[in-house]
Protein backbone atom coordinates (compact mmCIF):
# COMPACT_ATOMS: atom_id res chain seq x y z
CA UNK A 1 0.00 0.00 0.00
CA UNK A 2 2.46 2.42 1.36
CA UNK A 3 6.54 2.03 0.63
CA UNK A 4 8.66 4.09 2.27
CA UNK A 5 12.89 4.19 0.74
CA UNK A 6 15.56 5.58 2.28
CA UNK A 7 18.69 6.53 0.77
CA UNK A 8 22.21 8.53 1.62
CA UNK A 9 23.59 6.60 4.30
CA UNK A 10 27.29 5.42 4.16
CA UNK A 11 30.44 6.03 6.03
CA UNK A 12 31.69 8.76 7.19
CA UNK A 13 34.87 10.66 9.51
CA UNK A 14 33.92 12.41 12.93
CA UNK A 15 32.98 15.28 12.22
CA UNK A 16 31.76 15.13 8.47
CA UNK A 17 28.28 15.05 7.20
CA UNK A 18 25.46 12.91 5.59
CA UNK A 19 21.86 13.72 4.22
CA UNK A 20 18.99 11.33 4.82
CA UNK A 21 15.93 10.95 2.45
CA UNK A 22 13.20 9.07 2.21
CA UNK A 23 10.74 9.18 -0.05
CA UNK A 24 7.19 7.21 0.44
CA UNK A 25 4.97 6.46 -2.31
CA UNK A 26 1.67 4.68 -2.83
CA UNK A 27 -1.80 5.60 -2.17
CA UNK A 28 -1.29 7.98 0.02
CA UNK A 29 -4.01 10.57 0.96
CA UNK A 30 -1.98 12.42 3.30
CA UNK A 31 1.42 12.59 5.98
CA UNK A 32 0.93 13.21 9.23
CA UNK A 33 3.97 12.94 11.15
CA UNK A 34 7.16 11.84 9.68
CA UNK A 35 10.21 10.89 11.47
CA UNK A 36 14.16 8.80 11.83
CA UNK A 37 14.66 6.65 14.55
CA UNK A 38 18.12 4.37 14.68
CA UNK A 39 19.09 1.35 16.05
CA UNK A 40 22.66 0.80 17.13
CA UNK A 41 24.07 -3.09 17.12
CA UNK A 42 22.71 -4.67 20.41
CA UNK A 43 20.33 -1.23 20.93
CA UNK A 44 16.86 -0.33 20.73
CA UNK A 45 15.30 1.48 18.36
CA UNK A 46 15.37 5.18 19.28
CA UNK A 47 14.07 8.10 18.24
CA UNK A 48 16.02 10.80 16.79
CA UNK A 49 13.49 14.09 15.54
CA UNK A 50 10.64 14.07 13.85
CA UNK A 51 8.63 16.59 12.35
CA UNK A 52 4.60 17.66 11.94
CA UNK A 53 2.97 17.99 8.50
CA UNK A 54 2.89 21.69 9.74
CA UNK A 55 6.90 21.84 10.43
CA UNK A 56 6.90 21.22 13.80
CA UNK A 57 10.22 19.40 14.79
CA UNK A 58 10.94 17.78 17.81
CA UNK A 59 14.91 16.04 18.63
CA UNK A 60 16.42 13.97 20.97
CA UNK A 61 18.92 15.76 23.25
CA UNK A 62 21.91 14.20 21.58
CA UNK A 63 21.26 15.57 18.15
CA UNK A 64 20.05 19.02 18.89
CA UNK A 65 22.23 21.43 17.05
CA UNK A 66 24.27 19.00 15.21
CA UNK A 67 21.12 17.27 13.25
CA UNK A 68 18.02 18.85 11.16
CA UNK A 69 14.78 17.57 10.11
CA UNK A 70 12.87 18.52 7.01
CA UNK A 71 10.15 17.67 4.96
CA UNK A 72 8.87 18.28 1.53
CA UNK A 73 5.14 17.87 1.36
CA UNK A 74 4.61 17.91 -2.40
CA UNK A 75 7.28 15.14 -2.75
CA UNK A 76 6.24 12.89 0.20
CA UNK A 77 9.86 12.99 1.39
CA UNK A 78 11.46 13.42 4.86
CA UNK A 79 15.16 14.47 5.21
CA UNK A 80 17.48 14.32 7.45
CA UNK A 81 20.92 16.70 7.51
CA UNK A 82 23.47 15.56 9.84
CA UNK A 83 26.56 17.68 10.64
CA UNK A 84 29.20 17.23 13.27
CA UNK A 85 28.80 13.72 13.21
CA UNK A 86 30.48 11.25 16.20
CA UNK A 87 30.81 7.71 15.88
CA UNK A 88 28.81 7.17 18.57
CA UNK A 89 25.98 8.23 15.84
CA UNK A 90 26.94 4.71 13.93
CA UNK A 91 23.63 3.13 13.52
CA UNK A 92 21.13 1.65 11.42
CA UNK A 93 18.82 5.16 10.43
CA UNK A 94 15.10 4.05 10.31
CA UNK A 95 12.40 6.57 8.69
CA UNK A 96 8.96 6.36 10.08
CA UNK A 97 5.75 7.82 8.68
CA UNK A 98 2.11 8.23 9.66
CA UNK A 99 0.12 7.72 6.36
CA UNK A 100 -3.72 7.93 5.89
CA UNK A 101 -3.54 5.71 3.02
CA UNK A 102 -6.72 5.43 0.17
CA UNK A 103 -9.36 3.38 1.15
CA UNK A 104 -7.44 1.93 4.54
CA UNK A 105 -7.35 4.51 7.08
CA UNK A 106 -3.97 5.78 9.23
CA UNK A 107 -1.74 3.41 9.64
CA UNK A 108 1.85 3.31 10.21
CA UNK A 109 4.92 2.63 8.35
CA UNK A 110 8.98 2.06 8.48
CA UNK A 111 11.62 2.44 5.90
CA UNK A 112 14.53 -0.56 5.54
CA UNK A 113 16.42 1.67 6.92
CA UNK A 114 19.90 2.65 5.76
CA UNK A 115 23.38 2.29 8.04
CA UNK A 116 25.49 5.49 8.78
CA UNK A 117 29.09 4.44 10.08
CA UNK A 118 31.08 7.29 11.60
CA UNK A 119 34.73 6.15 11.80
CA UNK A 120 38.20 7.65 10.98
Known amino acids: QVQLVESGGGLVQPGGSLRLSCAASGRILSIKAMGWYRQAPGKQRDLVATITSGGSTNYTDSVKGRFTISRDNAKNTVYLQMNSLKPEDTAVYYC??????????????WGQGTQVTVSS
Open 96 to 109: NADVWVMFVGNKNY
